[in-house]
């Protein structure tokens, strides 16, 4: 049996693409302020998921990405993980 999980805050901003990149790092510090924080981010292309997720590494988070290009076998690890606080 399938159900919804009442948990889950959703929000939605726009803002302009310049501003993206400074206000996901802040909004990732507001998170990790949290005792729980798992995030899952979207992105409009496979190439920005997997550009975000190097830019966040290289910043210090313990960040994974899932897309189409991937091997199912790499999908069902990277859901499998789960990461410390950095």
């Known amino acids: 049996d399938l ?7 959703q929000n939605v901003e726009v803002i302009e693409e310049a501003q993206k990149p400074t206000r996901l790092f802040q909004l990732l510090e507001e998170i990790m302020q949290q005792k729980e924080c798992k995030t899952i981010i979207f992105t409009e ?14 910043d210090g988070y313990q960040a994974l990405c ?4 991937k ?4 999908r069902d690890w990277t859901l499998s993980r789960k990461f410390m606080l950095r």
């Open 3 to 9: 159900s919804a999980n009442h948990n889950i805050e």
């Open 71 to 74: 091997q199912q076998s790499e």
């Open 66 to 69: 899932i897309h189409g290009d």
């Open 45 to 58: 292309t496979k190439r920005r998921a997997d550009d975000l997720t190097r830019g966040m590494r290289k």
